[in-house]
Nanobody
Framework: QVQLVESGGGLVQAGGSLRLSCIAS????????MAWYRQAPGKQREMVAF???????SYADSVKGRFTISRDNAKNTVFLQMNSLKPDDTAVYYC???????????????WGQGTQVTVSS
């Protein structure tokens, strides 16, 4: 049963910004690390950023300084603010959450539908 709903994607020109949102069920969100992942056509899914339950964050080198992950614990929601977007950022973006090691491995049985981000040059 899908318990993750991502939104906020779209088509944007290079240099533009988007803000993604992900609403998760309490069992996924509460007390757990949350992360954003992305999968481009023909490529494996990769982690973009994660945030632990205490608010500490980490980013992939490719997005560091451009993307910001945050969470609203009252609303079981995690956000990804994406600035200075590049064509290489084009992908379907997914969120998920759990124990930190699982988040780092990206090992989950279930995923949401994702949200498409397309950056034109």
């Amino acid at each position: 049963q899908v318990q993750l709903v991502e939104s906020g994607g779209g088509l944007v020109q290079a240099g533009g910004s988007l803000r993604l949102s992900c609403i998760a069920s309490g069992s996924i969100f509460s007390g757990n690390a949350m992360a954003w992942y992305r999968q481009a056509p023909g490529k494996q899914r990769e982690m973009v950023a994660f945030i632990n339950s205490g608010g500490s964050t980490s980013y992939a080198d490719s997005v560091k300084g451009r993307f910001t992950i945050s969470r609203d614990n009252a609303k079981n929601t995690v956000f990804l603010q994406m600035n200075s977007l590049k064509p290489d950022d084009t992908a379907v973006y997914y969120c998920n959450g759990g124990q930190l090691m699982r988040v780092l491995a990206g090992s989950f049985h279930s995923w949401g539908q994702g949200t498409q981000v397309t950056v034109s040059s």
